[in-house]
């Protein structure tokens, strides 16, 4: 039972801080607009929290993340906010799901954030597409394209690369703790 308790302050514990990295993190690459949206920096503890917290916990930081930025940084700008909200909510849902029903092996952590981000772009572009009244914009499948994969492919390689290091290491350290 104490163990149960322990796991489960440690998973919140964890959502708290990766929430707290989506705050930080943009302003890494903040000076510079252009490279801070295709890295992608709040993406990172979302998908991370999905992995190490489960789904409830990173659907519920993927919801709150670009919202709450908005509200006490003012970006990303509104509607974006709105749009990252869904995309990341369907990150934090789907590494978390995902991570639960595949085998434990390094190779799925991959195949895991292979999915999780294509399920993350499409919900995004159809955020994008059925809220496109609110910026008077147009918003065809070649913007979807450049915006969602091609444009953004530096962030896709960043988080291919780190976020499995990231949740392996995480493997490797909670060993027999059994959070991950």
């Known amino acids: 039972m104490k163990e149960k308790y322990f796991s489960q302050t440690l998973r919140l514990v964890y959502a708290s801080v990766c929430l707290a990295l989506c705050l930080i993190l943009p302003f890494l690459t903040g000076q510079i607009p252009k490279i801070g949206n295709m890295l992608a920096p709040m993406h990172i503890p979302v998908l991370l929290c999905g992995f190490l917290c489960g789904w409830p916990y990173g659907l519920a930081v993927g919801i709150v993340a670009a919202p709450l930025r908005y509200l006490i940084f003012g970006m990303p700008h509104f509607p974006n906010c709105l749009f990252m909200c869904f995309e990341m909510a369907i990150y934090g849902l789907m590494t978390g799901l995902l991570y639960r029903i595949f085998p434990k092996r390094n190779i799925f952590i991959y195949i895991n954030l292979i999915i999780s981000m294509l399920a993350g772009r499409i919900v995004w572009g159809i955020a994008r597409f059925a809220l496109m009244g609110l910026t008077n914009t147009t918003f065809s ?34 060993g027999s703790r059994g959070l991950l």
């Open 141 to 174: 499948f070649e913007i979807f394209l450049a915006a969602g994969f091609i444009n953004a492919i530096p962030g896709i390689i960043c988080h291919i690369v780190l976020i499995p290091i990231i949740v392996m290491a995480f493997k490797k350290f909670s």
